[in-house]
């Protein structure tokens, strides 16, 4: 961090030996390793401290883009829609307008119902109950 080496650090060592003598070096070394530490933390936390404004600079980014695209989505479903209900509103003119729905005839060859029973007859609903068990039996 600080770029000192290990001759920087020996003759800083030595210097502080002379000027505060035997008695008082081991309490200045606590000192200073102490304040060290705090200004190591404070450092470490004013880094992840700017770290993660910067992510969170960089997800706000993010949020407004999609925000800006949702928004551009919104607007063209917004004039596909109204063009659709432009064109399917009816028309002032005196032609009535086409039917969108067919009913559907009933198929006559459903069977079993009204119009294939009176085709074939009730004969085809006896024969059917012929196969079917006359009684039945639940296993349990």
């Known amino acids: 961090m600080l770029n000192i080496g290990m001759t920087e650090l020996l ?9 505060l003598g035997p008695e ?3 309490e ?17 936390s004013v880094q992840t401290e ?19 695209r949702m928004t551009e989505i919104e607007q063209r479903l917004q004039k596909q829609l109204d063009h659709l209900t ?12 086409p039917q969108l729905y067919i009913w559907l005839s009933t198929c006559r060859l459903t069977p079993f ?10 004969e085809v609903i006896m024969a059917s109950r012929s196969y079917l068990p006359s009684k039945l ?3 349990v």
């Open 11 to 19: 003759c800083f060592a030595i210097i502080a030996l002379l000027v």
């Open 24 to 26: 008082k070096l081991p």
């Open 28 to 44: 200045a070394a606590r000192f200073a390793a102490k304040w060290y530490g705090k200004a190591k933390r404070f450092i470490h």
């Open 50 to 68: 700017v770290d993660r404004e910067l992510k969170l600079s960089e997800f706000r980014e993010q949020i407004q883009k999609e925000i800006d």
């Open 86 to 97: 432009q064109s399917t509103q009816p028309s002032k003119s005196d032609e009535p307008s």
């Open 113 to 122: 119902s009204a119009n294939f029973i009176k085709l074939h007859g009730s």
């Open 137 to 139: 039996k639940i296993a």
